[in-house]
């Protein structure tokens, strides 16, 4: 039995951290959640894709 992961939740991503900036949840909760809902893969495409702070999409 093989396990796809599904395609990142960037929905998800950003209401766990809005769970934390409103100190809903406790900071390894927040990285289990976003972790879950792909994070991992949105950083690693940025990465890959060169992006860095500050810099916008072409």
Not at 45 to 58: Q, R, Y
């Amino acid at each position: 039995m093989s396990f796809e992961q599904p395609a990142p939740d960037l929905a998800k991503i950003a209401a766990a951290w809005d769970e934390f900036e409103k100190g809903e949840e406790a900071p390894g909760r927040v990285l289990a959640n976003m972790k879950t809902a792909g994070l991992d893969a949105v950083l690693a495409e940025l990465i890959a894709a060169g992006w860095t702070p500050g810099s916008t999409a072409s």
